[in-house]
């Protein structure tokens, strides 16, 4: 059973020991911790770091209910500068590749972050356009114009390869991806949190989370990630990292028919633990072990038409 | 998962231990260990951790120091009110030994009633530190289970001075199996060091500022460390190990 697989972004091959990728927002405040996450998964992803330091939400920053979260953070980080180190330790420390999220407040400020993480060699940038929970002077995930800006102030600062991390609360979800194709993005990251979602405590009569309303993730977003794919496999050819509600080994071989090469895991290491990693390859290996699939790469994209 | 949904719950008595120092007991609902905490929402106001303190048959309870504006407003909240728990989180203390010692520095000693509490036939050796008497809890629930031991550092009950240093005096005379401690960060690095001079296996209680209390949003990390899941009871050596005191 092989479960290593490559992924070509522009010029660049990476090749990873396997499809699972550590999203943006979970276990990813250290080099440490992004270390130990990496003996399992193929590739793990920082914070989204931005230009200066910011504290985050107050608690309650996560809810919960009967089929998934709510998260609002609120993008805590300590800037890009002070996460240098934090990925260098986690480059020496794991064969798992590093992806270093980052977000700016404008689209300017994009190219600004990419080039101080730059210093870090992470091996691919994500750009988080898509955080639901905190307000600069647009989302800049809806708005097809601020991501062809975002890509093309990063590809002018970087030669690391780019992916852009896309909401699914857009109606243009398409578009956007063909944007970020044609503006020199190499691959594309789907989906962000789903809403903003909100959750009343009925007995409190008030809301939960302190900002009132947060990024829905967990099993409740599986198919909504799934069509979104779906939708941008379509559309693009640069590789996607299909992230939603996967827990499983099953829901990662769907995120992979559906035409992710990658598939992420966030808020399934609540549901499963730390060690989810593991897990869901033991699980995919056996799925491909009865259903006659050698090598994980088969997988991807089958359930379009041909 | 089901402990993760906040259940509001009815304040069922409110207890003054000490000035400036409440319980709040609740029907019990939840079935934690010793060193568990929960995570307590005050709608509109926020949400913090507490550890479990109290845990009978069919209460269980916070005990809670004011000490900023969110302790300020719970102690404006009556009996009868509610307030919301989820939880409980983390591992607890492992208990084992047949003479142990607890130490307890300040409102530090919330979880150490309750451990000293389920712990079924052992020799306990409480030891108490508080900044003056009026700020000390537990005494007589501790004289309950076993010696007590106090120091304060303005002398107004017990000695004068550190209590790590009464563990210590105590510690030339005696021979202990466990030692358990919850308290200010100096306080705890002094008895994981005691711990590795005498090779007497320690656990100890970390605080840090918890936000998911579910071990993802990495928060609360010290290294790999997650305080909020793997932890907040590690042993002492551990927490030397990965420079919680640092």
Request: with cysteine.
């Given at each position: 059973m092989d479960l290593n697989i490559g992924v070509l972004l522009g010029e660049k091959s990476i090749k990873l020991k396997n499809p699972l990728v550590l999203s943006s927002g979970i276990l990813d405040t250290n080099g440490k911790i992004l270390a130990k996450i990496g003996r399992d998964a193929g590739a793990v992803t920082t914070k989204s770091l931005g230009m200066k330091k910011r504290e985050g939400h107050k608690n309650p920053v996560v809810a919960f209910y009967e089929h998934g979260m709510l998260n609002s953070m609120g993008l805590p980080n300590p800037g890009a500068k002070n996460f240098i180190d934090e990925i260098k330790y986690a480059k020496q420390h794991t064969d798992a590749k590093i992806i270093a999220s980052i977000f700016g407040r404008d689209e300017e400020e994009y190219g600004r972050v990419a080039e101080i993480i730059s210093e870090a060699r992470p091996d691919i940038i994500e750009a988080n356009v898509s955080c639901p929970n905190v307000k600069f002077k647009k989302m800049f995930g809806a708005n097809i114009e601020s991501v062809k800006k975002i890509v093309k102030e990063i590809k002018k600062k970087t030669k690391i390869p780019l992916i852009v991390k896309l909401s699914p609360n857009t109606a243009n979800l398409?578009?956007?991806?063909?944007?970020?194709?044609?503006?020199?993005?190499?691959?594309?990251?789907?989906?962000?949190?789903?809403?903003?979602?909100?959750?009343?405590?009925?007995?409190?009569?008030?809301?939960?989370?302190?900002?009132?309303?947060?990024?829905?993730?967990?099993?409740?977003?599986?198919?909504?990630?799934?069509?979104?794919?779906?939708?941008?496999?379509?559309?693009?050819?640069?590789?996607?990292?299909g992230i939603g509600g996967v827990l499983n080994g099953k829901d990662a071989i769907e995120m992979m028919m559906a035409g992710a090469s990658l598939v992420g895991i966030g808020s399934g290491v609540h549901y499963r633990g730390e060690n989810i990693f593991k897990k869901v390859l033991n699980e995919m290996e056996k799925f491909m072990k009865e259903n006659g699939y050698e090598n994980v790469e088969e997988i991807i994209g089958i359930a379009h038409k041909k | 998962m089901k402990n993760d949904e906040i259940k509001m719950l009815e304040i069922k008595e409110i207890k003054k231990e000490a000035e400036g120092i409440r319980s709040f007991f609740f029907s019990k609902s939840i079935?934690?260990?010793?060193?568990?905490?929960?995570?307590?929402?005050?709608?509109?106001?926020?949400?913090?951790?507490?550890?479990?303190?109290?845990?009978?048959?069919?209460l269980f309870g916070i005990t809670v120091?004011?000490?900023?504006?969110?302790?300020?407003?719970?102690?404006?909240?009556?009996?009868?009110?509610?307030?919301?728990?989820?939880?409980?989180?983390?591992?607890?203390?492992?208990?084992?030994?047949?003479?142990?010692?607890?130490?307890?520095?300040?409102?530090?000693?919330?979880?150490?009633?309750?451990?000293?509490?389920?712990?079924?036939?052992?020799?306990?050796?409480?030891?108490?530190?508080?900044?003056?008497?009026?700020?000390?809890?537990?005494?007589?629930?501790?004289k309950r289970i076993g010696k007590v031991t106090i120091a304060t550092d303005d002398g107004s009950a017990g000695k004068k001075g550190f209590i790590t240093e009464e563990l210590e005096n105590f510690l030339e005379e005696n021979k202990i199996d466990n030692i358990y401690a919850c308290g200010p960060a100096p306080m705890l690095k002094r008895i994981a060091e005691i711990g590795e001079e005498r090779a007497i296996e320690t656990q100890i209680s970390l605080e840090r500022k918890i936000k998911c209390g579910v071990g993802i949003c990495g928060n609360c990390l010290i290294g790999d460390f997650r305080v909020c899941k793997d932890g907040p009871i590690i042993s002492g050596k551990k927490a030397l190990q990965i420079g919680a005191f640092k």
């Open positions: 398409k578009e956007i991806a063909e944007e970020v194709e044609k503006a020199g993005g190499d691959g594309i990251s789907a989906i962000n949190t789903v809403g903003p979602g909100m959750l009343i405590n009925a007995e409190a009569g008030k809301p939960v989370l302190s900002t009132y309303f947060g990024g829905v993730s967990g099993p409740a977003v599986k198919p909504i990630a799934l069509r979104c794919v779906y939708e941008i496999y379509e559309s693009v050819s640069i590789p996607i990292i | 079935e934690a260990t010793p060193g568990q905490y929960i995570m307590l929402w005050v709608p509109e106001v926020g949400e913090k951790p507490f550890s479990v303190s109290y845990s009978n048959s069919n120091k004011k000490i900023g504006p969110f302790t300020s407003k719970l102690f404006e909240i009556k009996r009868g009110e509610k307030l919301g728990v989820r939880g409980p989180y983390g591992k607890g203390f492992k208990i084992k030994g047949e003479k142990v010692a607890v130490v307890g520095g300040g409102i530090g000693m919330a979880p150490l009633g309750f451990l000293g509490e389920r712990m079924k036939n052992k020799k306990i050796f409480s030891f108490i530190g508080a900044r003056t008497e009026k700020e000390m809890i537990f005494e007589k629930r501790m």
